[in-house]
């Protein structure tokens, strides 16, 4: 029983939109090119995130963390920023 509770958790967890996105910065030239690769959750207690990362960059860059813009927040997977 109490696996099922903590599976619950963690399913209303996931279901919660996230605090942050995380983006792959590539530089070429004075071109940057933004890729988002995942996701990042407040806890709980306000002390730190969870970051779930749906890809991990191999090139080199940088990852940044962004709140989501408005069309983020509406459901579109869009790019920001």
Do not use: C, S
């Not at 279901?15 to 070429?28: D, G, I, S």
């Not at 970051?51 to 813009?69: H, M, S, V, Y």
């Amino acid at each position: 029983m109490a696996r099922n509770r903590k599976e619950n958790q963690q399913q209303t967890k996931i279901t919660q939109p996230p605090a942050l996105f995380a983006y792959h910065v590539a530089e070429r030239g004075e071109k940057k090119f933004w890729t988002r690769i995942g996701a990042a959750w407040d806890h709980e207690d306000g002390k730190g995130l969870t970051i779930q990362l749906d890809l991990l960059p191999a090139t080199g860059g940088r990852i940044i963390l962004r709140e989501p813009n408005d069309d983020e927040q509406a459901g579109d997977n869009g790019a920001g920023a």
